[in-house]
């Protein structure tokens, strides 16, 4: 893996959540973007390297509304950048790790996604992405 591209963090309302992170940061969200298939809108700010993902539910069947019902707001996510999301599937699928998808499949910012079960990885959501080019 090539490094952390991203930390995916659920918030109850973007609407508050970006002003904050904003001035947490010092640095403006230069993206928002709803991904309908998986039910959430997020908001993108760059921090050196890596960026910070913000996750809010669209809808009550949203998993990040789940994730908040159950855990509250918080880190949800890590995201590693892959060269080959393709080949580093089927090397995690080979040592035991549970992909949630068997294809890559289109996730916000550009990028071909694939999650790994937080049951396999020590209760972590991990996140697999290869830039769209
Ligand atoms: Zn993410």
Same mark, same amino acid.
């Given at each position: ?8 963090? !659920? ?9 904050? #992170? ?16 998986? /039910?959430?809108?997020? !908001? #993108? ?11 809010? /539910?669209?809808? &009550? *069947?949203?998993?990040? &509304? ?10 949800? +996510?890590?995201? #590693?950048?892959?060269? @080959?999301?393709? /080949? *580093? ?11 949630? @998808? ?5 996730? &916000?910012? @550009?990028?071909?996604?694939? #999650?790994? +079960?937080?049951?396999?990885? @020590? ?11």
């Amino acid at each position: 893996m090539l490094k952390i591209e991203h930390l995916g963090i !659920a918030v109850k309302e973007l609407q508050t959540s970006i002003p904050l #992170f904003e001035q947490l940061l010092n640095t403006p969200c230069y993206k928002t973007e709803i991904v309908a298939s998986e /039910a959430v809108s997020t !908001a #993108f700010f760059q921090t050196g390297d890596s960026k910070i993902e913000l996750l809010e /539910a669209t809808k &009550a *069947e949203s998993p990040i &509304a789940k994730f908040i019902d159950k855990k509250g707001e918080g880190i949800h +996510h890590i995201a #590693f950048e892959v060269e @080959n999301i393709e /080949a *580093e599937m089927k090397r995690l699928a080979a040592l035991g790790f549970e992909l949630l @998808n068997q294809t890559p499949k289109k996730g &916000a910012d @550009n990028k071909m996604v694939c #999650f790994l +079960h937080p049951k396999t990885t @020590n209760g972590v959501l991990i996140e697999l992405c290869q830039e769209i080019k």
